[in-house]
Structures are given as structure tokens and as C-alpha cells.
């Protein structure tokens, strides 16, 4: 990890004079701190790691929220942010980015539940402190606080320290868990393997596919945890969302006799709005730090461990095929027709390629390309849990500064990129070439299908000339269209793709185009809210 995503502010002066002083980090300058933190975010599902520095109180809470969503979502981020002088704070004095109040702890006390760990540094506990906040974000893959006073930076660091040794499987542990697994998954007539965002969090993506490959199980992916292994990979069945996505995949997935999940999060919409049916029994859940089989839990075994000994020990399995994943199919419509579902979603999915990062937005974009199949080695980037609607345009931003070897494409609708859509002029400033499709469907089209009554005019937005915002926004030379026919947009995909340039654009459809899922949760919403 070479890069910091920040906004300064003279109290955070230190940390970063720090930064840009040092050779091998970059100061990545964001539009504001909640974009910083969603960058970080997307810097981190590629990298494993981020860094996002903020000034104290406005700023370190304006990145707050993004912060809360890197817990949600497993997200190692190193918060830096800043606090006035100790002797300003020892003076209780009232200065700016406070509360007036004197009181100075405030910020770091609002941040605990959002962070595994957090600190107020000092010279003299630099050291130990740094050292156990790395080792938390790593044995928790979540985000850690470091609050540095402004005096305390150009210090001399006081004592020493070593780095924390992560904990290792308890080996009893581990035998009783390999074995509970291996003894299910051999009695098993059919098993089918689930894996999940834990791995790729933990970097283990590698050895859980050495699993599927052992031991030759198919497996399918939920909602969250979409590209967590190659959609490529023969083994693969396609997404497993309950009542809402491909019934075959539904039929395999429930009909086995051992499901065997490796760090998945039965979410809500992982669930397919809780229509997936499990049979708790039936299934293991293997996570970082501990294992579930059936309904004994064994703590203190390490999932690296499992799935290495997994890896070795489970029997070949050449008798379970599963369906294969659906495609899409060739998209409708040509020439002037509109751009419907049908159209859209299909042409998205040929569009991608081997490699690619689709970052992906909350909203009806996201749930219609879940069912998508990827290219080999592209991943699909979504924030599901948290759902913060304007994470993907700065997370695509992050993506790309760790990735800037691969195509980053963003597809957002109109509504989410309201709130962070400035972010699109740092792409430009960084030389990063992205691609985006802005969905402009006039207004929030998913809340339309989950509300009451879609026309409530809580729905409606302000109508911006999206396809211009670029030009404004500083990204000379980029590639922008707006689309509002088959063939429009056709001409507009293939001049993105061959340009070498940024491109950005604006896919406009009528207020209620939409893909099968959505139509299915405004259906029957009260599965998703249980109200
Ligand atoms: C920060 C935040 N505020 C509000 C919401 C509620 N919300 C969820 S989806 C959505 C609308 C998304 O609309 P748009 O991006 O235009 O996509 P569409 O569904 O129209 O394709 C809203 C407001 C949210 N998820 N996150």
C-alpha cells in the first residue's frame, strides 16, 4: 500500500507534510472525506489494504460513514486523522473543528463502533500502538483509528516494539474441524461449495480455488460474495440468490445434502431477501477465525488452515455437475429502438472483459448485472450491506489508482451519482482512464419499485445534463455520449472501447425499465422487510 486518499486541514498539517515528504507514498487528494473513505474502500477490496488521512472533527466525520461501510463489508482501512495540540487540549481551549465545548475526545469516541481498533498517538506509545493496530485490521480485516495531535508527528518516536505475531490454528482445533468437514462432505450424496467475501478479504482466494480444484465440487456464488472465485472456472454453477435468480442454481444449491460455505454472509440480499432456504444442519461455514459444521462451532482454527488442509484431504468428487451458469443471450433491440432491460444488461455484460473491475452501485444496475457472467479474472465490486448509494463512483476511482493496468468500468445510476459525482475529475488529474455508464432512468428508480407509491415525488431528482459533467469536471479529451436509442448506445460502447481514452456515458431508458430481480422485490417487498 502506497497511496493515502485525504482532504488536509491545518491540524492534520504533519501527517500530511509526512506523507509527501516520504518518496514511496502518494498523496491522493479527494473532492471530500467521505469520498477519500469510499476510495480507500475501493483501493482496499483490490489491494487488501488502504490508508485515507483527514483534519479533525469536520473531516475525519464527513469520512465516517464510508468508514462504518468498510466495517460492514470487512474493509481494512488505516483512518489517520488529526487532533489540535495536547496543549490545546490540555487548555480545554475553544478552537476551531471542536464543538466549543473544550472537549476533545468527542470524535474518537464517535468512531469506536465503526473501527476494530483505535488510538490517539503518542511519542511514546507510536510504536506498540502502530504495531497492535496492524494486527487488528489484518486478524479482523476492518478498519483501525489513529488520531495524531498536532504536536506529536515531528517528534522523536520514544521506545521500542515488534510486530504482533497473528495467532495460529490451536492444530487439535483444526484436526476436529478438517475433520467434521471432510467426514460431511464424503457422506454427502451432492455438496456444492458457496464461497464467500471472507476469502477474498483474507487474500485467499488462490487457495480456495486449489480447494474447488482438489476436491472437484462445484460451486455457485450469492450476491455479495459474486466474483470472490473465477466466474470462469468450469466448476462454477452461477449466482445463488433464493426465489430471485436462476431457479436451477436455487434447485441444485438447496437439493444438496452439504453446503459448504467458505466466509460467506447470509445477508438479505445475498438471501435473495431471505427466499434462500438452508437447512442449517446441511450446512458449514467456514470463517477467518473460526468454523461452523452444521450446528457445532469450532474456535481457533485458522481459515487459511482449513482451507489448505481442505485442499488436501477432501476426495476427489467427479460425479456432481451442476447446471451451467446462465448467460444473457444476445441483446434486443437495434437501430432507433428504445433502450429497454432487455437491451441494457445484456450489452453490458458482452461489453466486459477478461480482467476487468465492474464496480457496481446499489440500485437497479447492480441487481440486474448480479446474474451477469463474468469474464475470466474480472471482479465485480459492490457494496451490498452497508448499500450506501454514491460509493461507487469514488470506489471505482480507488480501483483504478490500485489497478491502473486494468479497465476500470462504473456503472451508476443517476440518483447515487449526485452525491459524489465530482469525484469523476480525479480520474482525469491521475492519467486513469475508466469507463462509465451513468444509468439515467429520471429519478430513483429502485426506491420507485420498493415504496408505497413509485410516482411520490420524494423519487424525483434534480434533471443534470450528465453527459457534460466531464467537460466541467476537467477530463479533457474523454469520450462522452448520451444514449437514448439501441443504436445510439451500440456506437457509443464501441467508441468507448476502442478509444484509449476516458469515456463516459449516459444510458438513458424510460422511468420503470428494469431487470427481473427489482421487478421480483416489488412484488413482494414485504419479504425484504418482513413488515
Ligand atoms: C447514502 C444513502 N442514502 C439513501 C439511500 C437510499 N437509496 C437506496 S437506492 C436509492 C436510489 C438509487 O437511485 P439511482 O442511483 O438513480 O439508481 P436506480 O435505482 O434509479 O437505477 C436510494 C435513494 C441509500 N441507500 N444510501
New binding site residues.
Given amino acids: 500500500m502506497t497511496d493515502v486518499f485525504g482532504v488536509p486541514g491545518d491540524y492534520a498539517f504533519p501527517v500530511n507534510d509526512a506523507i509527501c515528504a516520504d518518496k514511496n507514498m502518494n498523496y491522493i487528494g479527494s473532492c471530500n472525506e467521505i469520498n477519500a473513505a469510499y476510495s480507500a474502500d475501493g483501493y482496499a477490496r483490490i489491494k487488501g489494504l488502504a490508508a485515507v488521512n483527514t483534519t479533525s472533527g469536520p473531516g475525519e466525520l464527513n469520512a465516517l ?1 464510508g468508514i462504518c461501510g468498510a466495517y460492514a463489508e470487512h474493509v481494512p482501512i488505516f483512518h489517520l486523522t488529526a487532533q489540535p495540540s495536547r496543549t490545546l487540549q490540555r487548555d480545554r481551549a475553544f478552537v476551531h473543528h471542536t464543538l466549543g465545548n473544550g472537549e476533545f475526545d468527542l470524535f474518537y469516541e464517535m468512531t469506536a463502533p465503526a473501527v476494530c481498533a483505535r488510538t490517539i498517538v503518542t511519542p511514546e506509545n507510536c510504536i506498540a500502538e502502530t504495531e497492535r493496530l496492524i494486527a487488528a485490521a489484518l486478524y479482523h480485516r476492518r478498519p483501525v483509528y489513529m488520531a495524531f495531535p498536532m504536536d506529536v508527528p515531528d517528534q522523536p518516536v520514544l521506545g521500542q516494539g515488534s510486530p504482533h505475531v497473528l495467532p495460529q490454528s490451536d492444530p487439535k482445533a483444526l484436526e476436529k474441524a478438517v475433520n467434521a468437514i471432510v467426514d460431511a462432505v464424503t457422506r454427502a450424496k451432492t455438496a456444492v461449495v458457496l464461497p464467500g467475501i471472507l476469502v477474498a478479504r483474507a487474500g485467499l482466494r488462490r487457495e480456495a480455488t486449489a480447494l474447488i480444484d482438489a476436491s472437484g465440487l462445484p460451486f455457485a456464488a450469492m450476491v455479495m460474495d459474486k466474483t470472490t472465485l473465477d466466474e470462469a472456472h468450469p466448476n462454477y454453477i452461477g449466482i445463488y440468490d433464493g426465489r430471485l435468480a436462476d431457479e436451477s442454481v436455487r434447485a441444485f444449491v438447496e437439493g444438496a445434502d452439504c453446503v459448504l460455505g467458505l466466509g460467506a454472509l447470509w445477508t438479505d440480499f445475498s438471501t435473495g431477501a431471505f427466499t434462500a432456504k438452508l437447512d442449517k444442519s446441511k450446512t458449514i461455514n467456514v470463517f477467518h477465525h473460526s468454523t461452523r459444521v452444521g450446528n457445532a462451532y469450532f474456535e481457533d482454527v485458522e481459515m487459511k488452515d482449513v482451507l489448505a488442509a481442505l485442499a488436501q484431504r477432501l476426495p476427489k468428487r467427479t460425479d456432481l455437475k451442476g447446471p451451467k451458469p446462465s448467460e444473457f443471450g444476445a441483446p434486443a433491440g437495434a437501430g432507433g429502438d428504445k433502450i429497454t432491460a432487455e437491451a441494457l444488461y445484456p450489452r453490458w455484460s458482452r461489453f466486459l472483459k477478461p480482467d476487468d473491475i465492474l464496480v457496481a ?5 447492480s441487481m440486474g448485472l448480479f446474474t451477469a457472467k463474468m469474464p475470466k479474472g474480472a471482479t465485480f465490486n459492490n457494496q451490498s450491506l452497508w ?4 460509493w461507487a463512483t469514488p470506489a471505482a476511482f480507488g480501483a483504478a489508482v490500485a489497478a491502473p493496468d486494468r479497465r476500470t468500468v462504473l456503472i ?6 449526485q ?1 459524489t459525482a465530482q469525484e469523476v475529475g480525479q480520474f482525469h488529474r491521475r492519467g486513469l482512464k475508466p469507463i462509465i455508464f451513468l ?1 439515467n ?1 429520471n ?6 419499485l420498493l415504496c408505497k407509491n413509485g410516482e411520490t415525488y420524494y423519487n424525483d ?1 434534480a434533471q443534470w445534463h450528465y453527459h457534460l459533467l466531464p467537460q466541467a469536471l476537467g477530463c479533457d479529451g474523454w469520450f462522452t455520449a448520451r444514449a437514448t436509442t439501441c443504436g445510439e448506445l451500440d456506437a457509443a460502447m464501441k467508441k468507448a472501447e476502442s478509444g484509449g481514452v476516458g469515456a463516459y456515458i449516459e444510458v438513458v431508458t424510460d422511468k420503470y425499465v ?1 431487470p427481473p430481480i ?1 421487478m421480483k422485490l416489488h412484488n413482494d417487498t414485504a419479504a425484504l422487510y418482513k413488515a
Fill in positions: 460513514s452501485e446499489t440500485g437497479t444496475s448499500g450506501a448509494i454514491g451508476t445510476g443517476e440518483g447515487s451519482h452525491l444509468l432512468n429519478g430513483y428508480l429502485i426506491e420507485r431528482l428494469a427489482p
